[in-house]
């Protein structure tokens, strides 16, 4: 017993530096066709699809994060009554969730620890599917030297992934001139619309406009701690 409580000792402290670490990364897989002008002021207007969204308080807090993207690289929001030169048509969404099913070893100390080791068996820790605010499984220490593999007791734990989605579209005003095409995919453990779009857009506009139909993994990191 006291064996196990040095090891509780010695390792918890490393599994939260572990998921702290890590933990907080956001992972999309984007994908951008452009024709792009080049930024010269030109003013541009950002609308959707979906009637429902245009107009709401949700739509108007993203669509003020796309706006900011695009006047830091040199376009302009255009004026009110003015008819801007760009029309940008934003989507987004997430799916219902899809169950996913997995075996795991619920034998005390026989679970990842969230922190990296070739020993680990798996994903999680102490058989439990966290579900925090991270949104994710972090692999993590498994010693089947100490437990034996495979654990005294395998068990089978469900979850549900989440597939979020941002599309962004800008056409030239009047005649319809498609110059950009994106999209934006994550997974997640959450559906949670107010963290996931903001991130999907930070995602959409890191390295904007990219390659003409270049398909990259962009890895947004967590903001900054605030200073207490």
Same mark, same amino acid.
């Given at each position: 017993?006291?064996?196990?409580?040095?090891?509780?000792?010695?390792?918890?402290?490393?599994?939260?530096?572990?998921?702290?670490?890590?933990?907080?990364?956001?992972?999309?897989?984007?994908?951008?066709?452009?024709?792009?002008?080049?930024?010269?002021?030109?003013?541009?207007?950002?609308?959707?699809?979906?009637?429902?969204?245009? @107009?709401?308080?949700?739509? /108007?807090? =993203?669509?003020?994060?796309?706006? $900011?993207?695009?006047?830091?690289?040199? !376009?302009? #929001?255009?004026?009110?009554?003015?008819?801007?030169?760009?029309?940008?048509?934003?989507?987004?969404?997430?799916?219902?969730?899809?169950?996913?099913?997995?075996?795991?070893?619920?034998?005390?100390?026989?679970?990842?620890?969230?922190?990296?080791?070739?020993?680990?068996?798996?994903?999680?820790?102490? @058989?439990?599917?966290?579900? /925090?605010? =991270?949104?994710?499984?972090?692999? $993590?220490?498994?010693?089947?030297?100490? !437990?034996? #593999?495979?654990?005294?007791?395998?068990?089978?734990?469900?979850?549900?992934?989440?597939?979020?989605?941002?599309?962004?579209?800008?056409?030239?005003?009047?005649?319809?001139?498609?110059?950009?095409?994106?999209?934006?995919?994550?997974?997640?453990?959450?559906?949670?619309?107010?963290?996931?779009?903001?991130?999907?857009?930070?995602?959409?506009?890191?390295?904007?406009?990219?390659?003409?139909?270049?398909?990259?993994?962009?890895?947004? #990191?967590?903001?900054?701690?605030?200073?207490?």
């Amino acid at each position: 017993m006291s064996r196990l409580v040095n090891l509780l000792r010695v390792a918890a402290p490393v599994m939260l530096l572990g998921l702290s670490a890590c933990a907080q990364n956001f992972d999309a897989r984007v994908s951008r066709f452009q024709q792009m002008p080049a930024p010269q002021g030109q003013s541009f207007a950002i609308t959707s699809d979906d009637p429902q969204l245009n @107009g709401g308080l949700e739509f /108007g807090s =993203y669509a003020q994060l796309v706006a $900011g993207k695009l006047t830091s690289l040199g !376009f302009r #929001p255009a004026a009110s009554g003015e008819a801007p030169a760009l029309v940008v048509k934003m989507t987004y969404g997430v799916d219902r969730g899809r169950e996913k099913v997995r075996t795991v070893a619920t034998s005390n100390f026989n679970r990842c620890w969230g922190y990296y080791d070739p020993w680990c068996g798996g994903f999680g820790y102490w @058989g439990h599917g966290w579900r /925090g605010r =991270y949104y994710g499984y972090y692999p $993590g220490f498994y010693d089947p030297f100490l !437990f034996g #593999p495979g654990g005294l007791n395998d068990g089978v734990e469900s979850y549900t992934v989440f597939t979020s989605q941002l599309d962004v579209r800008i056409e030239r005003a009047g005649s319809s001139e498609r110059v950009f095409e994106g999209k934006a995919q994550a997974q997640s453990l959450n559906n949670n619309l107010s963290y996931l779009v903001p991130n999907l857009i930070e995602a959409m506009f890191t390295g904007f406009p990219g390659n003409n139909g270049e398909t990259v993994k962009i890895t947004v #990191p967590p903001p900054p701690k605030k200073a207490r």
